[in-house]
């Protein structure tokens, strides 16, 4: 996995270098503010379209339209992912008790592609549906709270990870790599603004965004490795304080987490100047 995550890191630095050096004649820039909601899918909640616990996001974006149907995009959003047991309707979460906030930061570079003729610099297209995919840099930390405090989880080893009695359990990093995709619609709203209505969801190569994924760790072995508040958020389950859970299910190891970003950005051409080149879209259109 580290391999990867280097192989990935430099394929994103690549892009934006490729979205910085590319040339095609009367390109048009847009750049904009984005705003909206972030969700997560894991071992704590089993949609990305459960928005019950969904968190505020916002971001900034750069556009590069090749042409009509083509465009390059490199953005930085920010947003937190969050999710409790005690929201939850089966009885196996409920009794588990597990809750968490994670911040995410994610940088990301996307090619997309709009299914009708469209650039704010073009006064000739107004609307399209599109779709984009892309791969992106992003950092987490998940956090839970214990009277009114909040901690951060992945120090604690809360599994077990890098003690001796579980040793292939390793403290995972917080730093990932994640496949982004989506679609939306882009709306012109004006000579030199465009409003972009989006989701993209992150399928990320980490089952720990909630810092749960394998079986309870015995909490004396946390207790002695990594102090009392590992052992305590380790196991909230409202039978820990009556029942050994060690070894018993915590999470799903065979399913890694997912974020997603929903939401409205609203764009800004820097450009008058627009391209057409696009062959096999070109239409009357110019």
């Not at 590069?64 to 490199?74: D, E, F, G, T």
């Not at 990301?108 to 995919?133: G, K, R, S, W």
């Not at 050994?244 to 997912?258: H, V």
């Not at 820097?270 to 070109?282: A, E, I, V, W």
Request: hydrophobic share 35%.
């Amino acid at each position: 996995m580290k391999y990867f995550s280097k192989i990935a890191s430099a394929v994103l630095t690549i892009g934006i270098v490729a979205f910085s050096a590319v040339q095609v004649k009367s390109q048009s820039y847009e750049v904009g503010l984005f705003g909206g909601i972030s969700t997560y899918k894991g071992d704590l909640q089993q949609s990305l379209f459960d928005y019950r616990q969904s968190r505020p996001a916002v971001g900034v974006l750069i556009r590069k339209n090749l042409n009509n149907h083509w465009a390059q995009r490199i953005g930085l959003n920010f947003g937190t992912i969050a999710a409790s047991d005690s929201k939850s309707d089966e009885g196996f979460k409920k009794n588990r008790n597990l809750s968490f906030r994670s911040r995410v930061m994610d940088i990301h570079y996307l090619i997309e592609f709009n299914f009708f003729p469209y650039q704010i610099a073009n006064p000739a297209t107004f609307v399209t549906p599109f779709v984009f995919a892309g791969i992106n840099v992003f950092t987490f930390n998940p956090q839970a709270e214990l009277r009114g405090e909040w901690y951060d989880l992945q120090p604690l080893g809360t599994e077990g990870q890098g003690t001796s009695v579980y040793p292939e359990r390793k403290k995972y990093n917080r730093i990932q790599i994640a496949i982004p995709f989506g679609g939306g619609m882009k709306f012109k709203i004006s000579r030199r603004f465009g409003v972009t209505v989006e989701a993209g969801a992150r399928r990320t190569y980490t089952d720990y965004l909630d810092d749960v994924s394998t079986t309870y760790a015995d909490k004396s072995v946390l207790f002695a490795a990594n102090g009392e508040l590992s052992a305590i958020l380790s196991d909230r389950s409202l039978d820990g304080q009556t029942v050994d859970n060690t070894n018993r299910q915590r999470g799903n190891a065979s399913d890694n987490d997912w974020y997603m970003f929903t939401g409205i950005s609203l764009n800004y051409t820097l450009s008058k100047k627009y391209s057409d080149n696009c062959k096999p879209f070109r239409g009357k259109l110019r």
